[in-house]
Nanobody
Framework: VQLVESGGGLVQAGSSLRLSCAASGATFSIISMGWYRQAPGKQRELVAAITSGGGSTNYADSVKGRFTISRDNAKNTMYLQMNSLKPEDTAVYYC??????????????WGQGTQVTVSS
């Protein structure tokens, strides 16, 4: 599965952004998808995740109540609506997909990332 993120940018604290992750390829084999972020000098961390049907989601405590993850399976696209952004949300945001490749097993595919910068 190929994943392409978009929607990042430079915004002021308190603003909103919506990230998109467009999937192509064996999208019918996607089990779950998620958003991760990595700030300079820090490890990559989970931001939010969603199951293939969108019925179950989970969020990092730091973004609960501010970020919303969603999927549009008809468009093979996942979104991350980010509201009330804070400077500490500054990071490169990556989307990933856990994919069932049948006899080859499961694998996690990653996008190239999109930069989000929040100024104070």
């Amino acid at each position: 599965v190929q994943l392409v993120e978009s929607g990042g940018g430079l915004v002021q604290a308190g603003s909103s952004l919506r990230l998109s992750c467009a999937a192509s390829g064996a999208t019918f084999s996607i089990i779950s998808m998620g958003w991760y972020r990595q700030a300079p000098g820090k490890q990559r961390e989970l931001v939010a995740a969603i199951t293939s049907g969108g019925g179950s989601t989970n969020y990092a405590d730091s973004v609960k109540g501010r970020f919303t993850i969603s999927r549009d399976n008809a468009k093979n696209t996942m979104y991350l609506q980010m509201n009330s952004l804070k400077p500490e949300d500054t990071a490169v945001y990556y989307c990933n997909a856990e994919v069932d490749y049948g006899l080859l097993g499961t694998s996690v595919d990653w996008g190239q990332g999109t930069q989000v910068t929040v100024s104070s």
